[in-house]
T-cell receptor
């Protein structure tokens, strides 16, 4: 089992819809979880951090964490074409390194 | 100015050449990392350093070496470049602690002919 797993996509949603991106992780002791956005050919950009069970909202983005199910998700409300990118889930491991998922490619169609 | 600066941004070179990619940061972070990314693939860790005297191999260190010249500087070298090292290279930094996010530079696009 991979340490961090994401659906590879591509995930296609119409403009204005809610995009839902999912991530599962294997280490039950994980304490922090990060979502990065990466446009094609560009560097990953940190967009959300979440540390506690429940929801964390930041503008159109909501991160949801369920430690019992080892599941973290990212919801993007009112999706825009500019949200089209690859979204990476990342979880620190015991050795202090960040383990990245393979990423989910999101395409928002006008 | 960018907090994490990578130079050069683009480089084209020939097989067998020695290449150095440089990374400097103004974030005051102790931890620095080098990744490579190939088209359609995820990030792969090459080397990482938790402080100036601590350097560790990542999952794909063969063919690469690093130097941590100061807290703010971390260089990646390809001693004898080969075409399959053509990739996008990223430097990242993070604060001390096991639950910190990483912050990335803009990347270096390296092509080896």
């Amino acid at each position: 089992q991979k340490e961090v797993e994401q659906n590879s996509g591509p995930l296609s949603v119409p403009e204005g819809a809610i995009a839902s991106l999912n991530c599962t992780y294997s280490d039950r002791g994980s304490q922090s979880f990060f979502w990065y956005r990466q446009y094609s050919g560009k560097s990953p950009e940190l967009i959300m951090s979440i540390y506690s069970n429940g929801d964390k909202e930041d503008g159109r983005f909501t991160a949801q964490l369920n430690k019992a199910s080892q599941y973290v998700s990212l919801l993007i409300r009112d999706s825009q074409p500019s949200d089209s990118a690859t979204y990476l889930c990342a979880v620190p491991n015991q050795g202090g390194k960040l383990i990245f998922g393979q990423g989910t490619e999101l395409s928002v169609k006008p | 100015d960018a907090d994490v600066t990578q130079t050069p941004r683009n480089r084209i070179t020939k097989t067998g050449k020695r290449i150095m990619l440089e990374c400097s940061q103004t974030k005051g972070h102790d931890r620095m990392y080098w990744y490579r990314q190939d088209p359609g693939l995820g990030l792969r860790l090459i080397y990482y350093s938790f402080d100036v005297k601590d350097i560790n191999k990542g999952e794909i260190s063969d063919g690469y070496s690093v130097s941590r010249q100061a807290q703010a500087k971390f260089s990646l070298s390809l001693e004898s470049a080969i075409p399959n090292q053509t990739a996008l290279y990223f430097c990242a930094t993070s604060d001390t602690g096991s639950n910190q996010p990483q912050h990335f530079g803009d990347g270096t696009r390296l092509s080896i002919l």
